[in-house]
């Protein structure tokens, strides 16, 4: 099996809102991570946990907050987000991060807007 | 240079008929490459991974150039199904992204 879920699939949002998107697999893998991804654009990585540790943040404004509560959750929590945040959020894990063999699996993303 | 560059189409193929396309990279170095095919408004889904010089699948061949840095992709008999777009992407240690080649099978 090599499903990872996220919630919700879809989620509208104000700039004033705080909305937590979530991730959850259950393959054992030990490194997570999160990418957005713009129309006809390929995904682009923010953030990516290794054994629960965050190993890499891609710059990310600190509106998006990052949290690997276990090493089968992940969740990604936004506050205060602009319109141009609009997009879809991909979680995505593989078995470990940093091996040339590795291969992610990519959830079904949650598809958001902000208004 | 782009990391990952690839011809972005759109193909245009009919059913049966078969269809190639290419990618580069730019790293001499990259070792592990991956084809994920997304369909519109989905998540990437691995299609078939190359370490060597290729890869086979059923109606998909992956091939590798390591001379040229590229990897190719054919999909033989295209089926209506095939219609997606094809990520090219090279794993060096952090995934690096092609923008993408779209294909269309038409009836």
């Known amino acids: 099996d090599t499903e990872v879920t996220q919630t919700p699939k879809h989620l509208v949002m104000g700039m004033t809102n705080k909305k937590s998107l979530k991730c959850e697999q259950h393959?054992?893998?030990?490194?997570m991570y999160w990418y957005k991804q713009k129309a006809k654009k390929p995904p682009e990585l923010m953030f990516v946990?290794?054994?629960?540790?965050?190993?890499i943040n891609e710059s990310v404004p600190s509106r998006f907050s990052p949290e690997c509560p276990n090493s089968s959750l992940l969740n990604l929590h936004l506050h205060a987000l602009q319109p141009e945040d609009s997009a879809l959020y991909l979680c995505?894990?593989?078995?470990?991060?940093?091996?040339?063999?590795?291969?992610?699996?990519f959830g079904p993303g949650t598809r958001l807007t902000v208004l | 240079r782009k990391e990952v560059e690839q011809d972005p189409g759109p193909f245009n193929v009919p059913e049966g008929a078969t269809v190639a396309f290419n990618c580069t990279y730019s790293?001499?170095?990259?070792?592990?490459f991956f084809w994920y095919r997304q369909d519109c408004r989905k998540e990437p889904k691995l299609l078939m991974s190359?370490?060597?010089s290729g890869n086979e699948d059923g109606r998909f061949t992956a091939q590798l150039n390591r001379a040229s840095q590229y990897i190719s992709l054919l999909i033989r008999d295209s089926k209506l199904s095939d219609s997606a777009t094809y990520l090219c992407?090279?794993?060096?240690?952090?995934?690096?992204f092609g923008a993408g080649t779209t294909v269309t099978v038409r009836a």
């Open positions: 995505a894990s593989s078995q470990v991060m940093g091996t040339t063999t590795d291969t992610q699996y």
């Open positions: 393959m054992g893998h030990r490194a």
């Open positions: 946990y290794s054994y629960e540790k965050l190993s």
């Open positions: 790293n001499s170095a990259s070792q592990s």
């Open positions: 190359v370490y060597s």
């Open positions: 992407v090279v794993n060096d240690y952090k995934l690096s």
